[in-house]
């Protein structure tokens, strides 16, 4: 009992010893900037688009998908198209989103009531790593208080459980990160035009457990919830077509067979991959995301994913 009290006692002095250091660190500001940003690693701004986006999200309203994914989502689905096709679609990708975020986004934010199908667009570089400050974005942006709580778990990381701990002193002062982007349903377009690429694609895909780990997951909440789901990867230039592809399907296919998802695999698609279609050596131009999103409608359609869409 008294080993008890004593463990108590040095949890409860640690935790507060932790929340007085990190307050005076966010009440200490650098050219209006908390000094907390500097003196613990992995921390993001609140605001901009990701903070935008959920704060004009409606959960309540109905759709007929949801888009999840990283910035190939974000910028790669336009609910306009959708919309034009009979579909109401909303898009719900961040920047790097991995898929623990995308995990922890479907439990919370889709239901029955709120949508019919979801779309998981998937990418080898995303597979590949796990970004920190994509998680931290996560995080303090989103507006779902256990959503960030469980992200933040999850992570096993300090620094992530240090950002919940920002979160929560910055409900008292302004987003400090000013975000003018369009978003339409949680799609921002990309209107430049990729001009000079890179030479070379300088990543390389390697298998990473934890994040097959959370596709598993995924595919399994989903379509044990009832849910249509869908898997897709959206077009590169034929410049960047992901190296290793191939080890990138070997490690996917086994458990979009265990869910019986299917795969549409557009990396490589002809007629999708000339330079004119690309924004930059990643993501599609508003052209280029007409042409695509048209396209793979029509492939769900045909395959019955989509019932009564209009004709392109």
Not at 120 to 138: A, C, G, H, K, P
Not at 156 to 178: C, E, G, H, V, W
Not at 271 to 281: H, I, M, Q, S, Y
Request: with cysteine; charged share 20%; aromatic share 14%.
């Amino acid at each position: 009992m008294q080993l008890l009290k004593k463990i108590s006692l040095f949890l409860l002095s640690s935790i507060t010893i932790y929340l007085v250091v990190f307050a005076v660190l966010f009440a200490i500001k650098v050219g209006g900037i908390p000094l907390v940003y500097r003196a613990t690693s992995g921390q993001v701004w609140e605001g901009g688009k990701t903070y935008r986006k959920f704060k004009s999200f409606n959960e309540n309203d109905t759709y007929d998908v949801f888009v999840l994914g990283s910035s190939h989502a974000l910028h790669g689905y336009d609910p306009d198209i959708f919309r034009s096709r009979g579909i109401k679609m909303h898009n719900l990708g961040t920047d790097d989103q991995n898929l623990m975020c995308s995990y922890y986004l479907a439990k919370d934010y889709i239901t029955k009531n709120n949508c019919k199908v979801v779309i998981i667009d998937v990418y080898d570089r995303v597979m590949t790593f796990q970004n920190l400050e994509s998680i931290s974005d996560f995080i303090q942006n989103i507006n779902k208080e256990k959503t960030a709580a469980h992200v933040a778990l999850a992570s096993k990381d300090i620094r992530a459980i240090n950002m919940f701990t920002l979160r929560q002193f910055n409900k008292f002062s302004a987003p400090l990160l000013i975000n003018k982007e369009v978003i339409k349903d949680g799609y921002i377009p990309l209107n430049y035009k990729l001009t000079k690429p890179h030479d070379e694609i300088k990543w390389r895909y390697k298998t990473n457990e934890y994040q097959l780990g959370y596709f598993d997951k995924l595919l399994s909440y989903l379509s044990n919830s009832g849910f249509k789901v869908v898997v897709v990867e959206h077009p590169l230039p034929y410049l960047y077509f992901p190296p290793e592809h191939q080890a990138f399907l070997n490690d996917i296919n086994p458990i979009l067979a265990k869910y019986g998802v299917k795969f549409y695999d557009f990396t490589g698609k002809s007629g999708l991959t000339d330079l004119k279609f690309f924004a930059d050596e990643n993501h599609l131009h508003i052209h280029g995301v007409e042409k695509y999103n048209n396209l793979l409608i029509d492939e769900l359609s045909k395959d019955g994913i989509f019932t009564n869409t209009i004709k392109n």
